[in-house]
């Protein structure tokens, strides 16, 4: 489903026609993609997307004085690269962990739970939890103090497998680190496993007041819209297989 994936087959799929008796449908598949790809490539419309989940969840300016636990979702470390090179190697979202690891210092007494296996059906064996200790231990918190979550394999998973280690007690406040254009979604799913924990977003790609600026960068563009698209799709596939608390879920829970 990924838009750049789905453009360029349909572009095969339409330079194949225009050698067949359907060369008239060829054209008009190709006219489209033309005007597809320029829209793409002109309009904002992926950054918008992102934009607009990235400000879901607003950042917290105040957090209580006492804070049980903090979960930081995975999708940092790159496992598969992280084992070939013997050394962790961050593929992304690194304020995740920055994040995290400043309210541990914040919290001294707060438990911190990082939740993330291997999203990559062919390498199950590599686990990310496996490989970030040292850039906790590098950041200052210790990584005895951190209990390192390595079955998740995607949204839902880490909101059930870290329900059942922490175990929340009545009156407890957990925190939950993520990217905030995730956030959305995976609010949302740890609200119905149960857990209606706070939200505290991280790494930004946005600028809290959108600007449409208008320009031509087609593969630019693309990779915006992957990414919004991927969340969309996302938060509807959940809440259409009970996987979450609603369509687009808010900071006021409903």
Do not use: C
């Not at 060829?26 to 320029?38: D, E, H, N, P, Q």
């Not at 992304?92 to 995290?100: K, M, P």
């Not at 209990?147 to 922490?166: H, K, P």
């Amino acid at each position: 489903m990924a838009p750049g994936n789905l453009f360029f087959i349909l572009l095969i799929f339409s330079g194949f026609l225009l050698w067949t008796p359907w060369i008239r449908t060829g054209r008009a598949l190709a006219s489209i993609l033309v005007m597809v790809g320029l829209f793409v490539a002109i309009v904002p419309v992926g950054p918008w997307v992102i934009w607009h989940l990235e400000n879901r969840f607003p950042v917290n300016q105040s957090l209580p004085d006492r804070i049980a636990g903090i979960i930081v979702a995975g999708g940092i470390v790159d496992p598969v690269a992280s084992e070939a090179r013997g050394q962790p190697v961050i593929s992304g979202a690194v304020e995740r962990i920055t994040a995290a690891s400043k309210l541990a210092v914040q919290f001294p007494d707060a438990k911190v739970i990082f939740s993330g296996g291997s999203g990559d059906l062919f390498r199950q064996e590599l686990k990310e939890a496996d490989y970030v200790a040292p850039i906790f231990q590098q950041l200052g918190v210790s990584p005895e103090r951190i209990v390192f979550e390595n079955q998740a394999r995607n949204t839902v998973e880490n909101a059930e497998i870290t329900l059942r280690i922490a175990n929340p007690q009545p009156g407890e406040t957990w925190i939950l680190v993520t990217s905030a254009f995730h956030m959305p979604r995976a609010i949302g799913t740890f609200r119905k496993s149960g857990w209606n924990i706070i939200a505290y977003p991280t790494d930004f790609g946005s600028a809290p007041a959108f600007e449409w600026r208008y320009g031509f960068n087609l593969v630019g563009g693309m990779h915006k819209l992957n990414n919004a698209l991927h969340e969309i799709l996302g938060l509807i596939f959940y809440r259409l297989t009970g996987k979450t608390d609603a369509f687009y879920p808010s900071p006021e829970k409903t």
